[in-house]
């Protein structure tokens, strides 16, 4: 309970004496207060606006990197697609699509054109 009046026993002090210091200024030297703090509030103001101005232009400045690395690397793959041996066709690999389908019926064709030979080569 001690504690409690000695706190606020030097919060009233100290909010007077405060009071005190600003109400004791004449009406001259509170205008140039004032103006003081308008000059340094607008100076805050252009050093906030310059940093935020230089914050677009490093983003503006990682974003075109990015782009630029973005088009250096599909200009490699497109590159790297050129080479004479980066294409599984040119292995020999076969991808799925109509011409295995055609090249199935083909077969088909030749296996069935076999068994009726045989059929007729064996009917006894």
Known sequence: ??????????????????????SS?????KA???AQEVKSDTKAAAGEAKAEARQAA???????????QKAKH???HA????RP????????????GPSTDLEARDRQARMDEAYSNWQRQNKS
């Not at 200024?25 to 030297?29: C, L, R, S, T, V």
């Not at 590159?79 to 050129?82: G, K, V």
């Not at 041996?85 to 799925?96: D, F, K, N, Q």
């Open 79 to 82: 590159a790297m697609s050129d």
């Open 25 to 29: 200024k004449p009406a001259g030297e």
């Open 58 to 68: 490093a983003k503006t400045k990682k974003v075109a990197k990015k782009t630029k």
């Open 32 to 34: 140039a207060d004032a």
């Open 1 to 22: 309970m001690k504690i409690q009046a000695l706190v606020a026993a030097v919060t009233l002090a100290l909010a007077s004496g405060a009071f005190a210091q600003s």
């Open 85 to 96: 041996m980066s294409s599984t066709r040119r292995m020999g690999a076969m991808g799925s």
């Open 74 to 76: 599909a200009a490699h």
